[in-house]
């Protein structure tokens, strides 16, 4: 009798009332203990609610029944099938919904809908996947935002290729723990594409110019990634730089030569063949033999051994290690190793000479930033009594930064030279324009493995230190046959 009265009060009630009756419809039917002809009767007014012709009376009984793990699943089905406001509630949050079904949802349903599944509390790796697939930018930002859904490595990289040029796509990516260090490095690409397209369109510069530019930028900020990367994710990011072939020995040299040894470590290994261990093995012995024959192992051009060989001498010098190690100074250190081994009249080392310098200099500005952030983050120095100027301040600070006494600054700036000149081709003496030019065209190669005869690399006896061919001695030519 009362489904009865029911029944004929809904041919005559409002929207409004329809809608407001949903929720109690819902409780009756499924909570309060019905078995038999009046659940399945209630069950069927429910269906009757989905031909209503108001979409606020359906997104009421979506609402109602969307959390519900007793609701019926062909009316969740249906509703979820519904307009992109009613199935998104359903979709969202309804526990009877098989992850078969929620991936067709995604496939075929609107944004509404693929943001709502996104969200879910908890993302299978199935639906992450269509998800990623297929879904928008703004659902892959809720899916990446989502620490509740078990994205696959491959679906990871399937969003990078799908929607990495978004802004929103690459922040949410950056911003997502757990995302692995070779797709970390991947988004550096691509915002390096889209800084190339941008630079060109607002700037004068030559093409080729903007692209040496925008290379030596994503170097630096892979191997920033790479220094603070922890060990177990070096040798991933190494290999996944060599398959997509930015593996290059400008990348290895600026690693070097700035101290990156952890990661230089892992790179050789992988371009050799030759284990890790024992990789740092050579690379602690102060033999040069044995290092010299893993070098030709990895396929490294001849021409810039010498860099190499100054730069893990350094190393053991400075740090003994792998430990943090200013790298200005460390630059300059190889700089000068490097010149006290060839010789600054060397034409094989020119081109090389100058590359080191400017990755010194760039080192020099990045720590002249990091000094006046470090600087303005403590509290300000008030003037003392005797009311000392900004003058005064500035050379106390600058004194005690250098570790000198105030008064001797002006004797030291006397005696100072300025390593890196603007004009390089002046304050060198006349140096000819072409070793310039040659520095600025500097093209890497591309590591790869060569063969090498001997597999004992750390035996000096088996491989003499001169035998690697293509390898110029780091003395210049004039070390005697062993």
């Known amino acids: ?156 990289k ?16 950056l911003e997502r723990p757990g995302v692995p260090i070779g797709i970390r490095q991947s988004l550096l690409e691509r915002l390096a594409v889209a800084c190339h397209d941008l630079v060109l369109m607002r700037s004068t510069l030559r093409e080729d110019r903007v692209e040496a530019i925008l290379r030596e930028a994503k170097d630096k900020a892979t191997l920033a990634l790479a220094a603070g990367a922890r060990d177990e994710e070096l040798r991933p990011l190494a290999e996944h730089l060599r398959e997509t072939g930015q593996l290059t020995t400008l990348l290895l040299i600026r690693a070097a030569c700035t101290g990156n040894i952890r990661f230089l470590r892992e790179a050789l290994a992988i371009l050799s063949g030759v284990p890790p261990h024992r990789v740092s093995a050579l690379l602690s012995d102060r033999r040069e033999g044995g290092f010299r ?36 100074a460390f630059a300059r250190r190889v700089i000068d190793r490097i010149l006290q081994q060839t010789g600054t009249a060397d034409p094989e080392v020119a081109d090389l000479i100058v590359i080191l310098r400017r990755f010194s200099a760039e080192a020099a500005r990045d720590g002249a930033r990091r000094l006046v952030a470090e600087t303005l983050q403590q509290p300000a120095a008030l003037p003392g009594p005797e009311g000392d100027g900004l003058e005064d301040l500035a050379e106390a600070a600058l004194a005690e930064e250098m570790g000198v006494d105030p008064e001797g600054l002006d004797a030291a700036a006397d005696l100072a030279v300025p390593p890196f000149p603007a004009n390089r081709g002046e304050a060198d003496g006349g140096r000819p324009a072409a070793d310039e030019a040659r520095a600025a065209t500097f093209e890497p190669e591309a590591t790869e493995p060569a063969a090498c005869a001997g597999d004992d690399l750390g035996s000096v006896d088996e491989i003499g230190p001169d035998e690697a061919e293509g390898v110029a001695p780091a003395d210049g030519g004039n070390r005697r046959a062993a």
């Open 293 to 328: 024959a893993l070098y030709r192992k990895a396929g490294m051009p001849g021409r810039v051994y010498p860099a190499f060989r100054a730069a893990i001498e350094v190393n053991r010098d400075l740090a003994g290690g792998d430990g943090p190690v200013d790298t200005h």
């Open 158 to 173: 399937r969003i990078v290729e799908r929607a990495g040029d978004d802004t929103d796509v690459l922040e949410a990516l």
């Open 1 to 156: 009798m009362i489904v009865e009265q029911f029944l004929r009060w809904l041919t005559t009630a409002s929207a409004e009332e329809r809608a407001g009756a949903a929720r109690p419809l819902v409780r009756a039917c499924l909570h309060a203990g019905l078995e038999g002809p009046d659940r399945d009767t209630l069950e069927a007014i429910m269906m009757v609610y989905l031909d209503d012709g108001e979409a606020c009376v359906r997104k009421a009984l979506a609402e109602a029944l969307a959390a519900d793990p007793a609701a019926p699943h062909p009316v969740v089905l249906t509703l979820a099938q519904d307009e992109p406001a009613i199935a998104a509630a359903v979709v969202a949050a309804s526990p009877v919904l098989l992850d078969a079904e929620l991936v067709d949802l995604v496939a075929g349903g609107s944004l509404p809908v693929q943001i709502a599944a996104a969200a879910r509390e908890g993302v299978s790796p199935g639906l992450a996947a269509a998800i990623a697939e297929v879904g928008e930018p703004a659902a892959l930002v809720t899916l990446l935002g989502n620490h509740g859904a078990a994205i696959p490595v491959f679906s990871l």
